[in-house]
C-alpha cells in the first residue's frame, strides 16, 4: 500500500484558504495526481486542504473523506521566551528544545513539562489511533512498531493535510520523535510525501519513505516554491519570516 501525504497549497491563513499563488500550485498539482490511480481520498476539515484537494476530486471526478483528525495538529505551548500568548507546539527556538534529550526520543518526546502541561501525547494519540483504524480497514494492522498484513494490496491513498500533522503521521509510521521532524523537515506548501510499505516477510510490513516533501510538479511548470514554513536563511534578510 502506498500513502500519498499531501500538504495544502499557499495558504492564506486569514481567510482559511489559499493566495493566488496557491491555486496555481495546486492546479499543477491536480495536473499530477489525477494521472494516478487512487484507491481513496481523505482529507482535513480545514478551507486550505479542502481547496487544495478540489482541483484533483473535479478532475477525477471522485469525492474526499472528511477527516477532523487531519486537521493542523494545533496544541499550543506556553513557550519558554513568550510571556504573553501560547504558541503552536512546534514553533520554539532551537537553542530551547534542543536542551531537552527528551524531545529526540520517540518514548519520551512528551515528557517535557510544557508538552504535559499540554496535553501533547493525548492528542498524539489521538491522531495516530484514527490513523490506525483507517489503516486497519485497508489492511493493515499495527502491532508495536510493524504492521501485521490482513489484506495486501497495491492501493494508493491520498490524504490532504497540514505540515504539522504530517510530521505526526510520518513520526507514527517510523517510529520518531515528532519534535524531530518538526523542527528537521519542511515540506514546501502542495508538496507530495510518498510512504510505501514493505512486506519483506508474509504478513509483516513496515512503512518506508520513499520522498518527502516533493514538488516536482512545480519545477516541471516554472513555478517556485512558496516560503511558508520555513524561516530566514539569514537574520540579516530581512524580508523572510523571522519570529
Not at 15 to 32: A, H
Not at 142 to 148: D, I, P
Not at 175 to 184: C, N
Request: glycine share 4%.
Amino acid at each position: 500500500m502506498k500513502l500519498l501525504i499531501v500538504r495544502h497549497g499557499d495558504p492564506d491563513y486569514t481567510i482559511d484558504s489559499l493566495t493566488e499563488k496557491g491555486w496555481k500550485e495546486v492546479e499543477f498539482l491536480s495536473e499530477k495526481l489525477s494521472k494516478l490511480d487512487i484507491k481513496d481520498f481523505y482529507v482535513s476539515p480545514l478551507g486550505r486542504a479542502k481547496d487544495t484537494a478540489s482541483l484533483t476530486l473535479k478532475k477525477m471526478n471522485r469525492t474526499a473523506t472528511e477527516c477532523d483528525w487531519l486537521r493542523e495538529f494545533d496544541v499550543l505551548i506556553n513557550r519558554p521566551d513568550v510571556t504573553d500568548r501560547k504558541i503552536i507546539i512546534w514553533d520554539w527556538l532551537p537553542q530551547d528544545w534542543t536542551m531537552d534529550e527528551r524531545f529526540y526520543q520517540y518514548d519520551h518526546w512528551f515528557e517535557n513539562e510544557r508538552m504535559q502541561e499540554a496535553d501533547a501525547r493525548g492528542y498524539y494519540d489521538y491522531v495516530t489511533g484514527e490513523f490506525d483504524k483507517l489503516l486497519a480497514e485497508h489492511g493493515y494492522v499495527r502491532e508495536g512498531h510493524y504492521y501485521r498484513v490482513e489484506k495486501a494490496n497495491n492501493d494508493t491513498l491520498v490524504f490532504f493535510c497540514h505540515f504539522g500533522l504530517e510530521c505526526v503521521l510520518l513520526s507514527h509510521l517510523m517510529s520518531v520523535s515528532p519534535m524531530v521532524l518538526w523542527h528537521g523537515a519542511c515540506a514546501a506548501p502542495s508538496s507530495v510525501t510518498t510512504v510505501t510499505t514493505e512486506e519483506r516477510r508474509e504478513g509483516i510490513a513496515s512503512f518506508r519513505m520513499n520522498s518527502f516533501g516533493d514538488i516536482s510538479h512545480l519545477y516541471a511548470n516554472n513555478e517556485p516554491p512558496a516560503f511558508a514554513a520555513r524561516f530566514c536563511e539569514c537574520y540579516d534578510n530581512k524580508d523572510e519570516r523571522h519570529e
